[in-house]
């Protein structure tokens, strides 16, 4: 299993959202396709055929724990369009 697979499956188990890092978030999105705006402190994330878009801010090192919550239920939502 790859790292990036590992990755995935620690963040749709859903038991550290405490624990990821902001850049670590970052660029497993990047990986799928989603174009990175960055406006202020709001990295914002779109994907081409995917309605909606994700808002993160970071909390120090680590990703807010909300924002890993509605990361994972897009990549569950739409694993069709992403993966």
Do not use: T, W
Not at 36 to 44: D, Q, T
């Amino acid at each position: 299993m790859s790292q990036i697979e590992k990755f995935i499956e620690k963040l749709l188990l859903g038991k550290s959202d405490n624990n990821f890092r902001f850049n670590d978030i970052c660029n497993l999105l990047v990986h799928f396709g989603f174009e990175m705006r960055i406006k202020g402190s709001h990295h914002i994330f779109r994907k081409e055929g995917i309605p909606k878009m994700l808002n993160l801010q970071k909390d120090g090192d680590l990703a807010k724990n909300y924002q890993i919550k509605q990361v994972r239920m897009m990549l569950i939502e739409y694993k069709e369009e992403i993966f």
